[in-house]
């Protein structure tokens, strides 16, 4: 199944007429340049599940150090996938594999 089609699917799944008025997902642009992805957790089944940070060429304050870069974490019940440009499916795939395979 393709990213596109994964992410809907926990999308609709989360969709109870209710959590989709007050939550949901973003998928932006930033000027570095580069992609944010923004998923509310609050009232999920992951909203306590504990994601550990990824980085790529970031420094301790998650500021880029090159031209190829992510950063992947959870601030305030918000999943956040950031990276550079190219890196769009590496953050999908990344908040994909965390939420729909629970840990074992």
């Not at 940070?53 to 301790?60: K, R």
């Not at 918000?78 to 499916?89: A, H, Q």
Request: hydrophobic fraction near 35%; include cysteine; charged fraction near 20%.
């Amino acid at each position: 199944m393709d990213l596109l089609q994964t992410l809907q699917n926990w999308y609709e799944t989360h969709c109870d007429g209710e959590w989709e008025h007050h939550y949901g997902i973003t998928i932006q642009t930033c000027d570095n340049p580069g992609w944010w992805v923004k998923v509310d957790l609050t009232g999920t089944e992951l909203q306590s599940r504990p994601f550990p940070h990824v980085s790529e060429n970031v420094d301790v304050a998650a500021f880029q150090q090159g031209d190829r870069w992510l950063h992947c974490y959870v601030e305030n019940g918000v999943w956040n996938g950031v990276g550079d440009e190219t890196r769009l499916p590496v953050i999908l795939r990344t908040f994909l594999d965390w939420a729909v395979n629970p840990p074992a």
